[in-house]
């Protein structure tokens, strides 16, 4: 996720938030609550794409709805920093955030026993995947829509990174690993002053005597 400083935050936090709620309510109105979170993510995430494209191309149309309220933050909050493109590190923010208030938000209603399990994951996921194809085959080729699916790509692997693997190694040292391989990580246990601090990787070779015994 790229810097984005405390002051250009309150007014993001604020759009995601009203996103986010309309999101949630959508979610508890639909029969299924579970499998439409993707559908929900996708269609906002191509929205606020779409009008930002729109917004750097001098679009000065007066647009409604959450996701335009959003894009426009996204947008013109960034313009003081005085370059093109600079509401693309907005964007991450912002998108980063509305994936994880969400679902704390599902959960805040009850409908949900937790924010983060791996079917939640994969829709996310798969929701961003989607919605940066579709940018890609709808868009022009312009930087604009690299930057969006660039911003898109970003915020699915880093959700990967920070937060599955975390989900992942939790999961491994629970109910033991699913990899055989000689070659793998190994979840090892990271202690400061004799408390346990957390987990992390090492890469190890299993075909060797020494990893084996």
């Given at each position: 996720?790229?810097?984005?400083?405390?002051?250009?935050?309150?007014?993001?936090?604020?759009?995601?938030?009203?996103?986010?709620?309309?999101?949630?309510?959508?979610?508890?109105?639909?029969?299924?609550?579970?499998?439409?979170?993707?559908?929900?993510?996708?269609?906002?995430?191509?929205?606020?794409?779409?009008?930002?494209?729109?917004?750097?191309?001098?679009?000065?149309?007066?647009?409604?709805?959450?996701?335009?309220?959003?894009?426009?933050?996204?947008?013109?909050?960034?313009?003081?920093h005085?370059?093109?493109?600079?509401w693309?590190?907005?964007?991450?923010?912002?998108?980063?955030?509305?994936?994880?208030?969400?679902?704390?938000?599902?959960?805040?209603?009850?409908?949900?026993?937790?924010d983060?399990r791996f079917?939640?994951?994969?829709?996310?996921v798969?929701?961003?995947?989607?919605?940066?194809?579709?940018?890609?085959?709808?868009?022009?080729?312009?930087?604009?829509?690299?930057?969006l699916?660039?911003?898109?790509?970003?915020?699915?692997?880093?959700?990967?990174?920070?937060?599955?693997?975390?989900?992942?190694?939790?999961?491994?040292?629970?109910?033991?690993d699913?990899?055989?391989?000689?070659?793998?990580?190994?979840?090892?246990?990271?202690?400061?002053?004799?408390?346990?601090?957390?987990?992390?990787?090492?890469?190890?070779?299993?075909?060797s005597?020494?990893?084996?015994?």
């Amino acid at each position: 996720m790229p810097y984005i400083s405390s002051e250009d935050r309150p007014p993001i936090d604020k759009k995601v938030q009203a996103l986010a709620g309309e999101l949630s309510s959508k979610l508890m109105n639909e029969m299924n609550r579970d499998t439409e979170l993707s559908l929900c993510y996708k269609e906002s995430i191509l929205t606020i794409a779409k009008l930002l494209h729109s917004m750097q191309q001098g679009d000065k149309e007066n647009l409604q709805g959450r996701e335009a309220e959003l894009a426009q933050e996204i947008f013109n909050g960034a313009q003081r920093h005085g370059y093109r493109g600079a509401w693309l590190g907005a964007l991450d923010y912002a998108l980063t955030r509305l994936i994880q208030v969400v679902p704390a938000m599902m959960v805040d209603k009850g409908a949900w026993k937790e924010d983060f399990r791996f079917w939640i994951y994969a829709q996310t996921v798969g929701a961003l995947q989607r919605a940066a194809i579709t940018i890609h085959l709808e868009g022009k080729d312009d930087w604009v829509t690299d930057g969006l699916i660039g911003v898109v790509m970003d915020v699915k692997d880093e959700y990967k990174r920070r937060v599955n693997s975390a989900y992942e190694a939790s999961q491994i040292v629970k109910s033991g690993d699913c990899y055989t391989t000689h070659y793998r990580t190994e979840v090892v246990e990271v202690k400061s002053e004799g408390k346990r601090i957390g987990y992390q990787e090492i890469m190890k070779d299993f075909s060797s005597k020494q990893d084996r015994d």
